[in-house]
């Protein structure tokens, strides 16, 4: 039996012990054996979750290069860019992607929450709730891990990323954790990868549109997102009960 079998067959198994087990071979890997070393460990209880923003063409690339049929999770949160879902089929195509799964908000919790579409104006937080927090929550059913395209330059509570960890009894991956702005946009140029539109345009960071804003020479990537709120992120990132305290607070 392998170790990853017996691992996987013991009564401890737990989501620590699977980020132990791919810490101690992956930590310090690259970003493609970080997704292959997921990929063999989970089957395909695996997924990707991917905005198509300004950077997913790399980590979509990477995936791809291990294996077209991940799935890929795409929020189309009915607050989005057009300009984003004609980078996801265009990315969709030149990749060869085979699974790209697009989750929508539930349209009764949309009626009952937020019936005029304006509730980003008011409560921002329990926007992202209904319309990004839930519909992935309720993707990831039957998924023990999924990677995302964070990066440790992006800053704030990402600064201090790792290849994987634990959250909500699943394992989070982190392919990108350890890469630079350059690393990035180096591979990116390498391989001849389709920007998003609106980057030319000034939006470093790319999300809902009523919540993305351009940013300035000298400010973070990140500076547009949610401008001139405290919120730093939607919240997919956080548990469960982390969303709970911010949307109590709120």
């Not at 039996?1 to 989501?15: G, H």
């Not at 923003?53 to 929020?75: M, R, T, W, Y």
């Not at 391989?191 to 020479?217: K, N, W």
Request: net charge neutral; aromatic share 8%.
């Amino acid at each position: 039996m392998s170790a990853v079998a017996a691992i996987k067959n013991a009564n401890y198994f737990d989501t620590l012990s699977a980020v132990d087990y791919l810490d101690a071979r992956y930590a310090s890997a690259s970003p493609q054996d970080v997704i292959d070393g997921a990929l063999k460990y989970f089957g395909r209880r695996f997924a990707l979750v991917s905005s198509f923003g300004s950077e997913s063409a790399v980590l979509l690339h990477l995936a791809a290069q291990v294996s077209k049929d991940i799935p890929v999770l795409f929020l189309d949160t009915g607050k989005l860019f057009g300009e984003t879902k004609r980078y996801r089929d265009q990315l969709i195509e030149r990749l060869g992607l085979s699974d790209v799964r697009s989750l929508s908000p539930d349209v009764n919790a949309l009626d009952a929450k937020d019936p005029k579409g304006a509730l980003w104006t008011s409560d921002t937080n329990a926007c992202c709730y209904i319309r990004k927090v839930v519909p992935l929550a309720d993707a990831l059913e039957g998924f023990e891990g999924w990677a995302s395209g964070r990066k440790r330059f992006q800053g704030g509570v990402r600064s201090l990323l790792p290849h994987f960890e634990a959250s909500d009894d699943r394992v989070k991956v982190n392919p990108l954790a350890f890469w630079t702005k350059d690393n990035v946009a180096d591979y990116r140029d390498a391989h001849s990868l389709p920007q998003h539109q609106l980057v030319a345009e000034g939006f470093a960071s790319i999300g809902c549109m009523p919540c993305t804003d351009r940013t300035q020479d000298g400010e973070s990537e990140r500076a547009g997102r949610w401008r001139g709120q405290t919120k730093t992120e939607c919240g997919i990132h956080l548990t469960l009960g982390e969303n709970s305290k911010i949307l109590s607070s709120s």
